[in-house]
């Protein structure tokens, strides 16, 4: 293991962001997401723009539509390493 390097950080992803990408990644349309999580598609459009907070209620309604620990929507960038050296 110590012939590989650990990846670094390239991009900063918003809550919105980590939704689409997640979302696209399974290959569901927005409707599809919707119907899944029980919130309006106009609803998630406005998450993935950052239009709109997530929130924890939604961030748990998505995390288990998209199969993901809420985690995920709501820290996208969390960076766990640095807050253990910390």
Known sequence: MNDFQK????????SGES?????E???LSQNEL???ANI???TISAIE???VNLGIERAKSLARALRCH???????G??????NAA
Not at 7 to 14: D, L
Not at 78 to 83: A, K, P, T
């Open 70 to 76: 809420p985690a995920v929507l709501v820290f996208p």
């Open 49 to 51: 723009n950052d239009r």
């Open 34 to 36: 919707a119907r899944l």
């Open 25 to 27: 990644l399974q290959e």
């Open 7 to 14: 990846a670094t950080k390239r991009v900063s992803v918003s």
């Open 78 to 83: 969390w960076d766990v390493e640095s807050e």
């Open 40 to 42: 309006p598609q106009s």
């Open 19 to 23: 939704a689409r990408i997640l979302r």
